[in-house]
């Protein structure tokens, strides 16, 4: 069961992306990267032309959107590292790799000043460019070969153990991520339209409202408190596939009856495998580097060029 739920958050690990890049003609052009050149290209192969893009000069506008920008700089530096590594997994031996097949998010300078705002745009830029630049080069491996680096926002006190294929996933307390924002939500739905969203998600018609909440039990939980299954309404369902029919922001959370209706109490922000970013924040401001960071994260690996 854990190996199918880790596959499907692999599969799920980056969110389609948010770009409106475009260009006009149909040839191929290069851009020569000024600065921090790796000889790894992406391709980003969208519209009517191609463009290649320098590996390094392309994960300025992916760590930009995959991390906030005040986390500190060795937890910024730690999510270059990890953003490099996924891309080197997926890319082997190649030179270069469509954009098209990383499933990124890829934001351009003018979409990372939307994000950011104006009045933080150039230090928020400065500092994501100097975490891509200290770290050029720099993968995580277990056992020679690039880990499927996972990561999250941040998790419900202590990160998921992985399975057999993903060993260098520890199980590892997080305390303080109790303080990320948006660390506990709730969210509330009356029978009925609970009983529509499962019925939904199944494709049938096998819940009414008046078998709530007695329908709802609990199959599995592992030892980070988040959901492995649940069974409702005679069907059974992981963690990850509530989380994503409900809308709820995390695997690790609750169902209950609450004033006639039902409610969902979630913690953390994200899978909760890997790398937790707020946690990465707080460990920064202690003072570890991110080769500390990481290797608290990511267990028997090594880290390095």
Not at 110 to 136: C, D, H, M, R
Not at 144 to 169: M, N, V
Request: one cysteine or more; hydrophobic letters at 35%; a negative charge.
């Amino acid at each position: 069961m854990k190996r199918r739920i880790l596959l499907a958050v692999i599969a799920a690990l980056m969110i389609p992306y948010i770009v409106t890049l475009a260009w006009t003609g149909n040839v191929v052009e290069e851009i020569t990267p000024q600065e921090i050149p790796s000889g790894r290209k992406i391709l980003l192969d969208r519209g009517n032309g191609s463009i290649y893009v320098d590996l390094e000069e392309y994960l300025i506008g992916i760590v930009g959107q995959q991390i906030p920008a005040d986390y500190g700089n060795e937890a910024l530096r730690a999510q270059a590292v990890i953003a490099r590594t996924y891309i080197y997994a997926q890319m082997g031996d190649a030179q270069e790799i469509p954009e098209s097949a990383l499933d990124l998010d890829y934001l351009e300078e003018k979409q990372l000043k939307e994000l950011w705002g104006p009045e933080y745009f150039a230090a928020n830029y400065e500092q994501i460019v100097q975490a891509v630049k200290s770290t050029q080069g720099m993968v995580i491996r277990y056992n020679e070969s690039c880990i499927i680096p996972l990561f999250h926002r941040a998790s419900a006190g202590k990160t998921r153990q992985g399975d057999e294929l993903h060993p260098y996933l520890p199980s590892v307390d997080c305390a303080s991520d109790v303080e990320a924002e948006g660390y506990l939500t709730a969210k509330v739905w009356t029978k009925e339209e609970f009983a529509g969203i499962i019925n939904e998600k199944a494709g049938e018609n096998i819940l009414s409202p008046d078998q709530l909440p007695s329908s709802i039990q609990l199959v599995s939980k592992d030892q980070a408190g988040y959901v492995e299954q649940m069974q409702i309404g005679g069907k059974t369902y992981t963690g990850e596939e509530l989380q994503d029919a409900l809308g709820i922001p995390s695997p690790c959370f609750t169902l209950e009856e609450y004033e006639g209706k039902i409610r969902a109490v979630s913690k953390g922000i994200g899978h909760g495998y890997g790398f937790s970013q707020f946690g990465a924040k707080k460990k920064a401001e202690e003072g570890w580097t991110a080769e500390d960071i990481l290797g608290y994260f990511y267990k028997d690996v090594t880290i390095g060029s």
